[in-house]
Nanobody, 123 residues
Framework: QVQLVESGGGLVQAGGSLRLTCAAS????????MGWFRQAPGKDREFVGE????????CYLDSVKGRFTISRDNAKNTVYLQMNSLKPEDTAVYYC????????????????WGKGTQVTVSS
């Protein structure tokens, strides 16, 4: 069973940066592509991006391309979401999840989730 814990969220002004961390348990972490999702109040859970098992390929929601970067360190069982040039519309709870395949964008296809970390971007 995969256990995931997000951290690094907080309050930041528009234009600022945050780096989210997802710490995973288990020695099979590298077997999973890893995805990031976000959910704002009253809205659906939204795909943000994902990286392959090795971290050599990524895919992103169009609105975050060029601003967000996903990376991973399999030796540390950790995946990161670097968020730059943040906008108020990025405000949401951010979740990491073990993906069934690369660029799976439907949250219903995911089984293993963290509890989320709040990101708030002010004007």
């Amino acid at each position: 069973q995969v256990q995931l814990v997000e951290s690094g969220g907080g309050l930041v002004q528009a234009g600022g940066s945050l780096r989210l961390t997802c710490a995973a348990s288990g020695r099979t972490f590298s077997s999973y592509p890893m995805g990031w999702f976000r959910q704002a109040p009253g809205k659906d859970r939204e795909f943000v991006g994902e990286t392959t098992r090795s971290g050599d390929k990524t895919c992103y929601l169009d609105s975050v391309k060029g601003r967000f970067t996903i990376s991973r360190d399999n030796a540390k069982n950790t995946v990161y979401l670097q968020m730059n040039s943040l906008k108020p519309e990025d405000t949401a709870v951010y979740y990491c999840a073990a993906a069934p395949y690369h660029c799976a964008t439907n949250f219903r296809e995911y089984v293993y989730w963290g509890k989320g970390t709040q990101v708030t971007v002010s004007s």
